[in-house]
């Protein structure tokens, strides 16, 4: 599992921990935990004219959340809220259903296809872009 899990596009993406650190002022912070593993994203998000403008993380987690977050960080700046629930979705669909990566969607997350076959680290990928979506809604409240 560990070889099929943790190759090294992964491990790239979790070293680049790109998006990591806090923002100054951000219109909303969230924080969520996914209590069967233990990890924990906080995001601070900035949106300017319904997109976002900036967004950054702390994340105490599994190399899979790591890389998940840092993918988010590098490709976030500028897409809509919709959007990102959108891409959330297509990665929930390539992990539960074994869907592939539609071609419109950031190539990185291909990566993330090995955990498809294991099902208990599957919120491992989706928690940042659930802390994300969560932040997005504060924003606009």
């Known amino acids: 599992m560990i070889d099929e899990l943790y190759q090294k596009e992964l491990l790239r993406h979790a070293a680049a921990a790109v998006g990591h650190g806090r923002i100054d002022q951000p219109d909303a912070t969230v ?5 069967l593993c233990g990890d924990r994203v906080t995001v601070d998000l900035r949106m300017l004219e319904g997109r976002i403008a900036r967004v950054s993380h702390v ?7 790591q890389a ?6 590098a490709q976030a700046v500028g897409e809509t809220m919709a ?3 959108d891409i959330r979705e297509a990665v929930r669909r390539m992990l ?8 419109d969607i950031w190539p990185d997350l291909a990566a993330f296809v090995p955990v498809a076959a294991h099902k208990s680290r599957h919120n491992c990928v989706l928690l940042p872009f659930e802390a994300l979506i969560k932040a997005g809604a504060q924003s606009q409240a």
């Open 31 to 35: 924080t969520v935990d996914n209590p």
């Open 59 to 65: 994340v105490r987690a599994c190399l899979l959340c």
């Open 68 to 73: 998940s977050a840092s993918i988010v960080g």
């Open 83 to 85: 959007r990102i629930g």
């Open 96 to 103: 539960h259903d074994d869907a592939p990566i539609p071609g």
